[in-house]
């Protein structure tokens, strides 16, 4: 068994190696400043200590308090997704979708979990998801809306969206307004600052574009959740540099200095960063 990190914005190489049933691995931090130059070496030190197939990682850098973080094996992944409570519905949805190609565009259980309790805390009524594939993530959230609430779904492919639809109108959730269209649309008729939770999950270039929309359609007090922000690790390799890759550093970066919203990043699924729209 090995074990690799990526903690905090900084990617840890591996300087030693195991012992019998035991892994106890020390790592160098490198820093990426302000988000743009890997390279220099900080004086930080993580310390993951894995014994069969769990991890505990322990910051020793004084700024982080030797806090203990868990690293999600797939042990440990296993017991969170026991503590998911997935609706029948939702779990035939998912696993259809399996089968599908492009199935790894499609949310985990945990990750719709917590966008249906955002969706319940903010006492939605009015929310828009923009990339909804075959609609796991979409349902989990109609789902919790009240009966009058409304759901605007925006997605390109029609086949994956003719999934989405028959299991809409199984769970009984078609009334609720799903419809498809798109966000300058819904501004042109006059609907800016009246939704109150938006989820996107779509061309990951187009980030930006879909945040400043959504900004003008979202109440505030109102909610945005990004997914795919720590993008299967690739945006603390420095070694990377393709273009999505980098427009999502970019989005983050751009977020981090962006005032109009209150962020966390949180390391659920892909990564998700949920705004709070000041």
Same mark, same amino acid.
Request: one cysteine or more.
């Given at each position: 068994?090995?074990?690799?990190? @990526?903690?905090? $914005? ?5 300087? &030693?190696?195991? #012992?019998?049933s035991? /892994?106890?691995?020390?790592? *160098?931090?490198?820093?990426r ?21 769990m991890a505990v ?5 004084y ?5 203990q973080v868990?690293?999600v ?24 979708t ?11 259980p945990?990750q719709?979990q ?9 006492g939605?009524?009015?929310? @828009?998801?923009v $990339? ?5 993530? &979409?349902?989990? #959230?109609?789902?919790v /809306?009240?009966?009058?609430? *409304?759901?605007?779904?925006c ?12 299991y809409?109108?199984r769970?009984?959730?078609?009334h ?14 006059g ?8 989820f ?20 505030v007090g ?18 990377l540099?393709?273009?999505k ?9 751009a ?6 919203v ?11 960063t ?5």
């Amino acid at each position: 068994m090995t074990c690799s990190a @990526i903690h905090g $914005g900084w990617a840890f190489v591996p300087l &030693s190696s195991s #012992v019998p049933s035991r /892994l106890c691995t020390r790592y *160098i931090a490198f820093t990426r400043p302000n988000g743009r130059l890997f390279g220099h070496q900080k004086s930080l030190s993580l310390t993951t200590h894995c014994l069969g197939d769990m991890a505990v990682t322990i910051a020793s850098d004084y700024t982080y308090g030797n806090k203990q973080v868990i690293s999600v094996t797939p042990r440990i992944y296993d017991y969170l997704l026991t503590n998911v409570r997935e609706p029948p519905i939702l779990r035939e949805l998912r696993e259809e979708t399996a089968a599908m190609r492009g199935s790894q565009m499609q949310v985990s259980p945990d990750q719709a979990q917590l966008l249906a309790i955002l969706v319940q805390i903010l006492g939605a009524k009015r929310c @828009i998801e923009v $990339g909804v594939y075959t609609g796991y993530s &979409s349902l989990a #959230v109609a789902l919790v /809306l009240p009966e009058s609430g *409304i759901l605007v779904a925006c997605e390109r492919d029609k086949n994956s969206l003719e999934v989405a639809k028959r299991y809409y109108d199984r769970a009984g959730v078609s009334h609720k307004g799903l419809a498809v269209d798109t966000l300058k649309s819904l501004l042109e008729n006059g609907e800016g600052c009246s939704y109150d939770f938006a989820f996107v999950d779509a061309e990951k270039r187009m980030y930006q574009e879909y945040f400043e929309l959504l900004l003008k359609l979202v109440r505030v007090g109102g909610v945005i959740v990004i997914d795919n922000v720590l993008w299967h690790g690739k945006v603390a390799d420095p070694l990377l540099n393709d273009k999505k890759t980098e427009s999502i550093r970019s989005f983050n970066r751009a977020l981090m200095d962006d005032q109009r919203v209150s962020i966390s990043m949180v390391p659920v699924g892909d990564g998700m960063t949920i705004c709070r729209k000041r």
